[in-house]
């Protein structure tokens, strides 16, 4: 059995109160409430019980909760045993109304959310419900960045090699197999990616720089937050945001021997509807630098971490299919640590909803 929603049994006390004790002269029964509710159509007694019980109630309809409302309202209703128009209430109960109305509603909107466990179950940002399939695409590293094993002419070829962001890769290839196992789940190079492969469920990862895909998309989608080349950082590009009307730039942490040891990178993960197909998802897990990849794609594959960080976008989210968190990757040792979006400073900036340093 699952449980109930503490607000649905918050909201089954108010209306049993209500009956029972808004007026402590007259004796108002479940029958009588039944029929002063329902007017000309048929209520019945067992169904105010539902609604009123204190250990199984059952969530009342939206116009019952406002019949409920302007009952009680106005010791009127009492005296005609039916609801009264609202345009004949004094003004003193014409407050009371409104008073009552929003106890109620609020309570009743608070029932029909699911609670943060609920949320947690369903929600998982890497699980697919469709057939998809999914596409990840990495950037090609330049040339002059690879090693002689990512030379198709060496015997010990190794295509992998020739991707950036590895790290990143591998953890969510594996991740995406394990939560969609009947889905067909590609990764490709930016160079390599046909046109059907960006009707799929896509997932970039990386940043502007080797990865063209990045930018052609994030283009088309308009997203709030854009990378941008910035001298002070000669190895990525920063992340730029409006905050309060002023651009802000989002800039990585170095030690005190410069920038020879990052200390602090700033990773990006969105969620929005693919532009080439709008029912499939289009997910970007970037970084001013690979750390930031990583560390915004282990924020959902972490399994001390992930779930926390779901109740995060589960509650910070809940009305929009479109997100978008920048955070702060901590680096120790030269790792990128889980970014814990609960922990405070940890998100930089999200929209919906702004700067939250």
């Known amino acids: 059995m699952q449980p109930v929603p503490p607000a649905l049994l918050e909201l089954a006390q108010r209306l049993r109160q209500l009956r029972q004790q808004r007026w402590p002269d007259v004796r108002l029964t479940q029958a009588t409430l039944a029929q002063a509710l329902g007017g000309e159509e048929s209520l019945s007694a067992a169904t105010i019980s539902s609604w009123e019980s204190p250990t199984a109630p059952k969530l009342p309809p939206r116009d019952r909760i406002l019949a409920y409302a302007r009952f009680f309202a106005t010791r009127g209703s009492v005296e005609a045993q039916a609801l009264l128009p609202l345009d004949s209430f004094t003004e003193e109960e014409r407050a009371a109304y409104d008073v009552l109305e929003a106890d109620l509603m609020g309570l009743r909107e608070a029932a029909r959310k699911p609670s943060l466990s609920e949320e947690v179950a369903v929600r998982r940002s890497w699980h697919f419900p469709d057939a998809g399939p999914a596409t990840l695409v990495c950037a090609q590293l330049p040339a002059e960045e690879m090693v002689s094993l990512a030379n198709p002419a060496d015997p010990n070829y190794t295509e992998l090699l020739s991707y950036a962001d590895l ?16 889905m067909q789940v ?13 009707s799929s469920h896509v997932i970039l990862l990386g940043g502007i720089a080797w990865n063209e895909m990045t930018e052609r998309l994030t283009e088309m989608t308009n997203l709030p937050v854009r990378q941008i080349v910035d001298p002070s950082v000669t190895s990525g590009e920063v992340f730029v945001a409006t905050v309060d009307g002023q651009e802000q730039k989002f800039l ?4 005190s021997t410069g920038q020879r040891e990052l200390r602090e990178d700033v990773g990006l993960l969105a969620r929005v509807p693919n532009p080439l ?36 976008i589960a509650t910070s989210f809940s009305s929009s299919r479109s997100f978008i968190i920048l955070m702060r990757v901590q680096v120790i040792e030269g790792k990128a640590m889980t970014p814990d979006f609960n922990s405070p400073g940890s998100v930089l900036y999200q929209w919906p909803g702004g700067d939250r340093r």
Request: glycine residues 8%; hydrophobic residues 30%; neutral net charge.
């Open 277 to 312: 197909n709008s029912s499939r998802t289009l997910t970007i897990c970037n970084g001013i630098h690979s750390r930031g990849v990583l560390g915004a794609v282990r924020c959902l594959t972490d399994a001390r971490l992930r779930d926390s960080n779901e109740r995060y």
């Open 167 to 182: 790290d990143a890769l591998v953890e969510l290839h594996g991740h995406i197999r394990a939560e969609n196992p009947t």
């Open 186 to 198: 590609y990764y490709k190079s930016s160079s390599n990616v046909a046109p059907d492969d960006l």
């Open 252 to 255: 990585p942490t170095w030690g």
